[in-house]
């Protein structure tokens, strides 16, 4: 597995990580802890280093079965968490879901390392930008943990420009998690010009237009209960048929190299920048192998471009979320 280097904190990840939001919630069932700590494991053999989890999956589930898996190889592995919702038993203080007040980052911070098993968080993002915080006092709370050895790099997710130069400004940022694929590429606008700028590396989270772009997903494929997917605007049966063409166009480069469209779709946001490391996520250990040799996968000059284009003529696209997630979108 190649490595690449997250931001100013030059933290060394392998070029592909782990997401395994997936392996506990928001698509189904969660796995048993037997299989997800195999299925994590696999990927430590396959060469992936990289591992992220935040506190709100499960909830709190995700964090215990990463920490468990990766123990054994602690020493080896970056582990990425993320704090800044409200959680379960706890006062919602503006009834927006969000809390990013320096106390409860704090607190939630030393519940993550627990559950972990951890003395530090290697990689602590925000999850999403709270309105009624300050940045400078959520990077000023990280930096704070940051001298007390319980992290060790500033990341943000699903900011935009204004919030990452003003949090940077305090507390250097090392990555935005923000999702981008061919599926989706508002981030090319203004935040990857940025995170350039100014050294940040990118972390895309479904790389993959949450399955999509495999080929596995069809105008007709319904979604089993607890799938988040089967609420989202994209995901609507007429969504899926007019975006059709991109995955047509994966298929036939995909069949002509010898690999699969994921792979396919994977290796061209490899090919976007250098700082870039996506996350996909999986429950299945041949889709894991699949995803991971990606990294090995060269993509024509023509091939990239006509994938480009391809997604260029997308029909217009509607938002990621429905209403009530949408808000906590940071732009």
């Known amino acids: 597995m190649i490595t690449r280097t997250l931001g100013p904190g030059n933290v060394?990840?392998?070029?592909?990580?782990?997401?395994?939001?997936?392996?506990?919630?928001?698509?189904?069932?969660?796995?048993?802890?037997?299989?997800?700590?195999?299925?994590?494991?696999?990927?430590?053999?396959?060469?992936?280093?990289?591992?992220?989890?935040?506190?709100?999956?499960?909830?709190?589930t995700n964090e215990e079965l990463v920490g468990k898996a990766l123990a054994p190889v602690r020493d080896d592995v970056v582990i990425a968490t993320k704090f800044g919702f409200s959680l379960p038993g706890d006062v919602d203080p503006t009834g927006t879901g969000l809390d990013s007040r320096p106390e409860h980052i704090r607190s939630t911070v030393e519940d993550s390392l627990r559950r972990l098993g951890v003395e530090s968080i290697d990689l602590l993002y925000q999850h999403r930008v709270d309105p009624d915080v300050p940045v400078e006092e959520v990077a000023g709370?990280?930096?704070?943990?940051?001298?007390?050895?319980k992290v060790k790099a500033f990341g943000l997710s699903e900011a935009g420009v204004d919030v990452i130069r003003r949090s940077h400004a305090v507390q250097p940022v090392t990555a935005l998690q923000s999702?981008?694929?061919?599926?989706?590429?508002?981030?090319?606008?203004?935040?990857?010009?940025?995170?350039?700028?100014?050294?940040?590396?990118?972390?895309?989270?479904?790389?993959?237009?949450?399955?999509?772009?495999?080929?596995?997903?069809?105008?007709?494929?319904?979604?089993?209960?607890?799938?988040?997917?089967a609420g989202l605007p994209r995901f609507t049966e007429a969504a899926r048929a007019a975006n059709q063409t991109v995955v047509d166009l994966l298929t036939a480069i995909a069949s002509r190299a010898g690999v699969t469209n994921a792979q396919v779709a994977l290796a061209w946001l490899l090919a976007q920048h250098s700082s870039i490391v996506p996350i996909p996520g999986t429950t299945k250990p041949h889709r894991l192998a699949e995803n991971?040799?990606?990294?090995?996968?060269?993509?024509?000059a023509q091939d990239l471009a006509d994938l480009t284009a391809a997604s260029d003529r997308l029909p217009a696209q509607p938002e990621r979320y429905p209403e009530a997630m949408q808000k906590w979108i940071n732009r």
Do not use: N
């Open 141 to 149: 709370a990280v930096k704070d943990l940051i001298s007390d050895g």
């Open 292 to 300: 991971v040799g990606a990294v090995d996968v060269e993509l024509s």
């Open 12 to 60: 060394v990840v392998s070029a592909l990580g782990l997401g395994c939001m997936g392996l506990s919630h928001g698509y189904g069932a969660a796995v048993d802890e037997a299989a997800g700590i195999s299925l994590i494991r696999d990927a430590v053999d396959r060469g992936v280093t990289f591992f992220d989890t935040a506190q709100v999956y499960g909830p709190f």
């Open 179 to 229: 999702e981008y694929s061919l599926f989706w590429r508002e981030p090319e606008e203004a935040i990857l010009p940025t995170l350039i700028e100014l050294g940040i590396g990118f972390v895309p989270f479904s790389p993959l237009g949450k399955g999509f772009l495999t080929g596995r997903i069809e105008a007709g494929t319904t979604f089993a209960e607890g799938d988040v997917r």
